[in-house]
């Protein structure tokens, strides 16, 4: 059977349970989902008219960006964000000036909508525009409708950050068909139907930032984790292809592939499980949810504007063990 170390793993780049949601940058839009998931901060000048919009959630996120230049205050995003790393990500993009409109799901045993109010209450202090609704990015037509009503409320989108997802662990022996099924859906699926969501209106301005939330167990999965690896996997796939058929218009496409996290879930852990975790990284130490915001906001910055197709191992060097 899968245990606690397993559970931790397949979870360390979920740190989000809720789906997506949108941010808003001063002068630019961006739309992210929050997967599991900032960059360093640079100052940029005000650029009036450029909008952000993320769309935060355990699901996918979009966003489009106005100009060239990188990521600016007075731009708008969206994203995931009612807890763990999507709430730190959508925290990250307000600090940057930047609007925030996120999705999230009800989900049971857990005070999601509590939690998303928390979220915005936090946004709108921060002086950004900020949207929140529930949206379940499986389904392709609520995700047009959260991306749509997004956009309306906040201008043109510029960046997407794909943050959804869940892990149900056991033997691949032992997972039903649902098991299987509902964490495909979530993770991939669901990535996907924000990335479509989104390529039409990046297409038509030429220019567009996503980024995918991935995972490391997606090269170095342990044992019970078939389906979430297998899932994971599938987004550093479909990250590379988006770029494919995105670059054309001015579109990057990343991933992000975090090792363990802390987050409110990891932090329920046993003591001696999260000193393991600490232990597998060459660091000796887990990331904080910041450490992999960072990067995000750094992959829709134009400091990373050659950078597409790539998946950006952020895992303390477990993988050189």
């Given at each position: ?44 000048p005000h650029r009036p ?48 000036g930047c609007g925030v ?32 609704s529930r949206c379940d ?185």
């Amino acid at each position: 059977m899968a245990g606690p170390l397993h559970d931790l793993q397949a979870r360390a780049g979920d740190a989000l349970r809720y789906p997506a949601g949108l941010l808003r940058w001063r002068g630019r839009v961006a739309v992210t989902a929050q997967h599991e998931h900032r960059a360093a901060r640079v100052e940029r000048p005000h650029r009036p008219g450029h909008r952000a919009v993320e769309v935060a959630q355990e699901r996918p996120i979009a966003a489009r960006i106005a100009d060239r230049d990188p990521v600016d205050r007075g731009q708008k995003g969206g994203q995931r964000g009612a807890t763990g790393l999507g709430r730190t990500i959508a925290l990250e993009f307000a600090q940057l000036g930047c609007g925030v409109a996120f999705c999230y799901v009800d989900m049971p045993g857990r005070d999601v909508p509590e939690q998303a109010l928390l979220t915005e209450t936090a946004l709108t202090a921060m002086g950004v525009p900020v949207y929140a609704s529930r949206c379940d990015v499986r389904n392709r037509a609520a995700v047009d409708q959260f991306v749509a009503t997004a956009k309306d409320r906040l201008g043109d989108l510029h960046i997407l950050i794909n943050n959804a997802g869940i892990a149900v662990d056991g033997a691949l022996w032992r997972l039903s068909e649902r098991d299987w099924q509902v964490v495909l859906d979530t993770n991939v699926t669901g990535t996907f139907n924000c990335i479509r969501a989104v390529a039409s209106p990046f297409r038509e301005q030429r220019y567009g930032k996503i980024v995918n939330v991935s995972a490391h167990q997606a090269l170095h999965p342990g044992f019970g984790v078939a389906n979430y690896a297998a899932s994971k996997a599938a987004i550093v796939g479909l990250t590379r292809s988006a770029a494919v058929e995105l670059g054309p218009a001015g579109v990057n496409v990343n991933a992000v592939a975090p090792g363990f996290v802390r987050t409110e879930r990891m932090e329920m852990l046993p003591r001696e499980v999260i000193e393991r975790a600490q232990r597998s990284s060459v660091l000796g130490r887990v990331a904080e949810p910041e450490d992999i915001a960072k990067v995000i906001s750094f992959l829709c910055s134009d400091d990373a504007r050659h950078m597409t197709g790539q998946t950006v191992v952020v895992d303390g060097g477990m993988a050189l063990d």
